[in-house]
């Protein structure tokens, strides 16, 4: 699986975005999806996660309320929308998948093991 994330830019705080993954080969429809940031100097932190059909959604507590994942089979394609966007949110944003098939559920989307094909990071500074 390979992965392109895109849709990150220069925005003020309290504006919106939308990021896109998009994931190439069949096994996307199979696999958990999910969103990571990293901001300099930190460690790489889980922002939220999908499964292959979209019925268990979980997003970080940082996050909730503001932002939501959601995927389209037929596309290939995750999204993040992100709303209300913080200074804090400033990081780079990476897509990730599971290993097709994997049984993935709300207490295993979270965790960084969980995925095996990683995008190359989307930019989000927010200024303030």
């Known amino acids: 699986v390979q992965l392109q994330a895109s849709g990150g830019g220069l925005v003020q705080a309290g504006d919106s975005l939308r990021l896109s993954c998009a994931a190439s080969?069949?096994?996307?429809?199979?696999?958990?999806m999910g969103w990571f940031r990293q901001a300099p100097g930190k460690e790489r932190e889980f922002i939220a996660g999908i499964t292959w059909n979209s019925g268990n959604v979980k997003h970080a507590d940082s996050v909730q309320g503001r932002f939501a994942v959601s995927r389209d089979n037929t596309k290939n394609t995750m999204y993040l929308q992100m709303n209300r966007l913080k200074p804090e949110d400033t990081a780079t944003y990476y897509c990730?998948?599971?290993?097709?098939?994997?049984?993935?559920?709300?207490?295993?989307?979270?965790?960084?093991?969980?995925?095996?094909?990683w995008g190359q990071g989307t930019l989000v500074t927010v200024s303030s």
């Open positions: 080969g069949r096994a996307f429809s199979s696999s958990a």
């Open positions: 990730a998948a599971s290993i097709a098939g994997r049984m993935v559920g709300s207490a295993t989307l979270g965790s960084i093991h969980t995925y095996a094909y």
